[in-house]
């Protein structure tokens, strides 16, 4: 294996961000696939801006900030849901594929982690949700660094962190923006395109594009 260490985003990666409201889906009724996407938009939206700002609050705060512009967009939808909503956003699905793609380089020897946007406690909640604890070596946290992804030193956690070089980092995520920040900063990327969703930034290619986690192993 050329790569000492496997490195994943979690919410859409990992994490299915829309398993939320696609779990209350009769509740909400037909609009829940458009209140999901502005929920999920503004959510990023606030990360980037705050950022930009040097005004950061955790991602559990935006999470909830993002749901109740969402809910203002989405006027057909039932605030009284919002706390289900939210508590539901703490034990996300994974993606079929996750567990025995971990667990298959684990086998081969590499190291392997998460580094996100989110908050320690909602990260600790969803891995344990999943089981994932038990193949983990470790969770990274932008709190660490108090600034969202793509800022370079999100990236940095990891290889301070492990004593690395970038190149020795492989790193794997569904949202292109954050393959590019993470080629910027020199690991090697693997793009999970799920959605089939076209390229971009095309100065900052990934190495490896994939539609799921499927392939991983036998790419690296």
Avoid at 16 to 23: E, G, K, M, N, Q
Avoid at 171 to 176: A, D, T, V, Y
């Amino acid at each position: 294996m050329r790569h000492a260490a496997f490195v994943f985003d979690a919410y859409g990666t990992l994490f299915d961000v829309h398993a939320a409201v696609r779990r209350h889906a009769a509740r909400i009724g037909p609009d829940g696939q458009l209140l999901s996407e502005i929920w999920r938009a503004k959510q990023l939206e606030y990360s980037w801006t705050r950022t930009l700002m040097g005004a950061y609050l955790d991602f559990w705060q935006l999470t909830e900030q993002a749901l109740d512009f969402a809910f203002a967009r989405v006027p057909s939808a039932d605030r009284a849901l919002r706390a289900d909503l939210l508590e539901a956003y703490w034990h996300l699905d994974c993606y079929p594929e996750v567990p025995s793609v971990l667990r298959a380089l684990k086998a081969e020897g590499a190291r392997l982690a998460i580094l996100s946007n989110g908050s320690p406690a909602m990260l600790d909640a969803a891995v344990r949700s999943a089981a994932l604890d038990q193949v983990l070596d470790e969770v990274f946290s932008v709190d660490a660094v108090r600034r969202f992804k793509t800022d370079p030193a999100v990236y940095d956690l990891v290889a301070t962190s492990w004593r690395l070089y970038p190149s020795a980092v492989s790193f794997q995520s569904s949202n292109r923006w954050d393959v590019a920040g993470a080629a910027r900063f020199g690991f090697r990327t693997v793009w999970i395109n799920r959605s089939g969703q076209p390229d971009e930034y095309l100065d900052l290619r990934p190495d490896v594009i994939l539609p799921s986690l499927d392939g991983l192993v036998a790419a690296s």
